[in-house]
């Protein structure tokens, strides 16, 4: 309310201002007009009374002469006629120059009314506020500090503004100093961070609650365009057998490549289509589709399928199964396990179905062997590394463990810049905070739903027999 007032208070100032400089100008335009008719007046009047008063002086001498002496030459007479003619046509450019000075005057009146006014520099009004804060108090963070308040130290928040420079930095205008990019670059690092109100990060940075909202809405935007293809991107051939070589070394399994699973994002109740955004566990959402590698970092992600939907219907809407229908999903890079040919694979939970390229645990109907007890144990502590990364990604980023109460297709944006950020802070090596993360296991998710009337694939139950067979030897 406060920020519509003092619009309508700055259009009404600006309004104010023409008005009185419009009517400065036509008042001086007036008085010049009217000082040149009053000059032209007298000056007609001066050539007037001129004119008579050598008619009177002709008649009076003429008559003088005759009745004295009547025989006055003719030559004397044509001498003051001549005379008479000579004042008058001096009297005539007199007036004449008088009258071209006038308008001279006038004009360079007017001339110089028109340059000031484009002279005059552009002003505007603006609500005073305080950035102490940004520029006072935060050049002194220690790196624990800026850790803490923007979750990466002062170098990695520096290589994230270059990164992001091309899409977000502005110009100066004629009216005011834009603000800077590193200030734009942590307004946005605090909201995702915190997840806190527009007006409180206003006062917080000494900016209007417009300016933090286009800050956020630009640098989601130029992470999405930026920062996600450089740092969220399909492993290579080699990048594949370091990942298949560190699930074997730590998980014991052959050529597995990484893991999946999904997480719920809160937001608040859209206005179209609210229901199939409500999930399973009584709340609106979004889901975040995710693969990561063994360290946690990810390499696929796709956000924003309403929060009803099933884990395995996103993934079958998703992207990555895109890759899967096409064949280019991983190379085709077998080993022979147990005399099957097993390729590359990722690891999702019971909600997912059994595929070649996709392990999941076995059914647990109270029947299981003592080789499917031990498969699923391998399988669950190896797909720790997704919960841990879904865990770490929302104790940073704040803005999706709390309700989100931003517009839809900015919360899809907000998750990917996160998850990119995510992937920055932690090949950065910047520390994670374990406070961050205990509201993060308070609200732990359920159980995943199983997927009851998924298809196997018929490969993906030989390979996981081979491999389950292996585990065991």
């Known amino acids: 309310m406060d920020d519509i007032i003092g619009a309508v208070f700055l259009l009404c100032a600006f ?95 007017v001339i110089q009314a028109v340059l000031q006014r484009r002279r005059r520099r552009p002003t505007t009004w603006a609500f005073s506020r305080s950035s102490d804060w940004w520029d006072v108090i935060v050049p002194g963070f220690t790196t624990a500090q800026w850790v803490l308040n923007f979750r990466m130290s002062e170098d990695t928040f520096q290589h994230l503004c270059e990164k ?43 900016v209007s609650i417009t300016t933090v909202c286009r800050c956020v809405q630009d640098f989601c935007d130029a992470a999405r365009e930026l920062l996600v293809p450089e740092l969220i991107k ?134 299981l062997t003592a080789g499917q007890q031990l498969f699923n144990r391998k399988i669950s502590r190896a797909r720790v590394v997704v919960e841990n990364a879904f865990g770490r990604l929302k104790g940073r980023w704040r803005c999706l463990l709390k309700r989100n109460d931003s517009d839809l297709t900015l919360v899809k944006s907000m998750v990917l810049a996160c998850c990119a950020l995510h992937n920055l802070c932690e090949s950065h090596g910047e520390d994670f905070n374990n406070e961050w993360n205990l509201t993060v296991q308070a609200g732990a998710a359920a159980e995943p739903e199983v997927a009851l009337g998924q298809i196997a694939d018929e490969d993906g139950k030989d390979v996981r027999e081979a491999l389950m067979l292996h585990l065991s030897s």
């Open 15 to 109: 309004y104010y201002l023409a008005k009185t400089r419009q009517a400065v100008l036509e008042r001086r335009v007036h008085e010049a007009r009217r000082d040149a008719a009053i000059k032209r007046e007298r000056v007609a009047d001066m050539i007037r009374r001129m004119a008579e008063s050598s008619d009177e002086e002709a008649s009076t001498g003429s008559s003088t002469d005759s009745s004295t002496d009547s025989s006055t030459d003719s030559s004397f007479e044509e001498r003051c006629e001549q005379e008479r003619r000579e004042r008058k046509r001096l009297v005539l450019r007199r007036a004449h120059w008088e009258r071209e000075q006038c308008r001279r005057r006038q004009r360079n009146r």
């Open 164 to 206: 992001v420079r091309p899409a977000m930095e502005k110009q100066n205008t004629t009216f005011r100093a834009c603000v800077p990019l590193r200030k734009r670059v942590a307004v946005a690092l605090w909201k995702l961070a915190t997840n806190a109100e527009y007006r409180s990060i206003s006062h917080l940075f000494g």
């Open 234 to 367: 399909f492993p290579d051939l080699h990048t594949l057998q370091d990942m298949s070589a560190y699930f074997h070394s730590r998980w014991g399994l052959p050529q597995c490549v990484g893991a999946i699973d999904g997480s719920h994002i809160p937001i608040i109740a859209p206005q179209d289509f609210h229901c199939d955004y409500f999930n399973r566990k009584g709340w609106h959402s979004v889901i975040l589709q995710a693969v990561v590698d063994g360290r946690g970092l990810f390499w696929s992600v796709s956000a924003g399928m309403p929060g009803s939907v099933h884990d395995a219907r996103v993934l079958r809407l998703s992207s990555f199964q895109e890759l899967v229908d096409h064949g280019s999903l991983f190379p085709t890079r077998t080993r022979d396990i147990g005399g099957v040919d097993v390729g590359y694979y990722i690891l999702g939970d019971s909600a997912y179905p059994l595929q070649r390229w996709l392990m999941k645990p076995f059914l647990d109907t109270g029947r």
